[in-house]
């Protein structure tokens, strides 16, 4: 690299993939080789964290350096729901672009768009593009939520104006004359659990109604190459100046419809095969970058924006495959997506830049949130103080100078219940509910009217509850928890 050119960043961003889900964090039954290689010549780190157990909420951290108990928009959005960053808000894009990259986002985007106010046919304000990017091509929400369309920058790709297209969340289907899971089972080719009973498309029910759009939509089974292709084609055209790209995959998220090449690969069903796929993608792109002559330049960090869920809306037989092959997506974590158990918040991190960190195995704590801090620190932006009010400098322990990340970890369940990690010990607050067990997705939440202490030095599946033996530390961490939720967004 040259001593004028400052690193290329790649964040490879995945979607519901569990801490046990790489073979590289101990995953039994399933091969992801190219995610293996990049753990293999990088830093795996075994304590890694998003704030979320679920999707909107951890994106928003990410690209914002703040917890999302700040902001009341950040549960799961509708493909119809307003932007929830601010076109003033300062974001991760916006340092990269302070110090002179091109930024761009390929792949979901999940964060809302416009204000209130879609018209899906014309030019939609509010886009990745108000938030720090300079290209953005990308699919609103996620592949089972309407529209099942590309946005590029502004525009909904390939409209044909003679075809517009209409979206709805309504509880009832305002539209006759399209075919609805509900009115129209015979039509569908994946069957659904539970929701997922409204639009049809591409022979799968999704949430919310659409309409129109015909040559717009696009093929499940298409996304993950197109949006390679997209990833491909910006750093191609950036390859000379200093880049930053949020390549956001889809997988494996719901519905679950891998390319035809890894129908069947992993012997896993379904969700194995898109995980197949996901590596694969993961893998192209980097042999991309070595073609270019770019790999030596380019920092690349992969993490997943949740833990894992198997039955989140389709008959897909995720369940009877995992538990004939014996593999468990959150490893030894207990809970998964939507959980106030670590299994939904703590996943893989993967942070690589070869030849100039060395491969290495962390338990630095380490959250998504810490980003925007540590790259502002790498490239000498100022902060400020507004914006990136959670977000710390963790920039040693990225580049594997230091085994020491930050000092606690907050994260946050479906339900907004929170727990905080210090050290070795998780403690999880109380809820207002006894419920806790999700039973559409047998997720094991966790939640409990009685406080929850877990020493993970030695109960990694926090299965021994030792609140009661140390009610002075309970006091002390959950006094922490409220004590960062009364704090304002001003840096200090």
Not at 29 to 47: H, K, Q, S, W, Y
Not at 123 to 150: E, H, L, Q
Not at 245 to 259: K, T
Request: aromatic share 10%; hydrophobic share 35%.
């Amino acid at each position: 690299m040259s001593n004028n050119k400052k690193p290329n960043v790649v964040i490879l961003y995945v979607d519901d993939l569990g801490y046990g889900d790489l073979s590289c964090y101990g995953g039994v039954g399933v091969a992801t080789p190219n995610l293996d290689a990049l753990a293999e010549g990088g830093i795996r780190f075994e304590d890694g964290y998003s704030t979320s157990a679920v999707c909107t909420p951890a994106r928003y951290s990410l690209l914002t350096g703040e917890y999302p108990f700040r902001n009341a928009g950040t549960h799961i959005l509708p493909g119809d729901a307003a932007c929830i960053i601010r076109a003033d808000q300062p974001t991760l894009p916006k340092i990269f672009k302070q110090a002179g990259y091109h930024t761009a986002v390929v792949g979901k985007w999940h964060l809302g768009l416009g204000q209130n106010d879609i018209d899906w046919n014309k030019d939609i304000s509010m886009t990745p593009n108000d938030a720090g990017f300079d290209y953005s091509f990308i699919f609103p929400a996620t592949a089972d939520r309407v529209p099942c369309v590309y946005l590029k920058n502004r525009r909904v790709e390939n409209l044909d104006p003679n075809d517009p297209i209409e979206v709805s969340y309504a509880d009832e289907c305002p539209f006759d004359d399209i075919p609805t899971a509900t009115r129209n089972p015979e039509m569908l080719r994946m069957p659904y659990s539970h929701g997922h009973d409204q639009s049809i498309v591409n022979g799968v029910g999704r949430l919310g109604y659409m309409r129109g759009g015909k040559k717009a939509t696009w093929r499940d089974e298409d996304l993950a190459d197109t949006f390679l292709g997209e990833a491909k084609n910006f750093v191609r055209e950036n390859k000379d100046e200093p880049f930053f790209l949020y390549y956001a995959l889809h997988q494996p998220h719901v519905p679950r419809l891998p390319n035809e090449r890894f129908a069947g690969a992993s012997g896993l069903g379904v969700r194995g095969d898109v995980i197949a796929e996901m590596d694969d993608c993961v893998g192209r792109f980097v042999d991309y970058l070595e073609e270019l002559g770019i790999r030596e330049d380019t920092i690349i960090l992969f993490s997943s924006d949740n833990g894992p869920v198997l039955d989140d809306g389709y008959q897909d037989w995720a369940e009877m495959y995992n538990r004939k092959a014996g593999h468990r997506p959150a490893g030894p974590l207990r809970g998964g997506k939507y959980s106030q158990f670590e299994g939904g918040a703590r996943v893989p991190f993967i942070v690589n830049w070869k030849g100039r960190i060395k491969p290495a195995s962390s338990h630095a704590l380490i959250s998504q949130v810490d980003l925007c801090a540590s790259f502002a620190k790498m490239l000498d932006v100022p902060l400020g103080s507004e914006g990136f009010a959670d977000s710390e400098d963790v920039l040693d322990a990225l580049m594997g100078r230091s085994t020491h990340g930050r000092d606690e970890i907050l994260a946050e369940a479906l339900n907004k219940s929170h727990f905080l990690r210090v050290d070795k010990w998780t403690y999880m607050q109380p809820c207002d509910t006894d419920e806790n067990y999700f039973y559409t997705t047998n997720t094991d939440l966790g939640h409990s009217r009685d406080p929850q202490l877990y020493n993970m030095s030695y109960d990694i599946g926090q299965r021994e509850n030792v609140a009661n033996r140390h009610m002075d530390l309970v006091k002390k961490m959950d006094a922490r928890i409220e004590e960062i939720k009364r704090s304002t967004r001003t840096r200090k």
